[in-house]
């Protein structure tokens, strides 16, 4: 899946999602080097965990965070399997 983040430097969040684990995960734009991290860290967490785990997360004065946007990619994806 793709998603548009919104209120960050990423410009582009791709992943997939295997058995309820999510897998591929690649930020387009950003800071390179925390958001390789953070696509390491979660890749092959279950999706309900990454969302629990980085959900509000903020970016200085910012209302959001790349991580955060990656939870409201999880959340389309969820919402698009319903």
């Known amino acids: 899946m793709r998603y548009r ?4 430097c990423s410009q582009e969040i791709e ?8 897998t591929q995960v690649k930020f387009t734009g950003g800071c390179h080097g ?5 696509s390491h860290l ?7 965990e990454v969302i629990r785990r980085l959900e509000g997360i903020r ?3 910012k209302a959001t965070s790349c991580p955060d946007q990656l939870v409201q ?5 969820q919402n698009a399997q319903s």
């Open 59 to 61: 970016c200085g004065f």
């Open 42 to 48: 979660v890749e092959g967490m279950p999706v309900d």
């Open 73 to 77: 990619a999880l959340r389309a994806y």
């Open 34 to 38: 925390n958001l390789q991290g953070i």
């Open 15 to 22: 992943f997939q999602v295997e058995a309820g684990n999510l």
């Open 5 to 8: 983040p919104h209120g960050v």
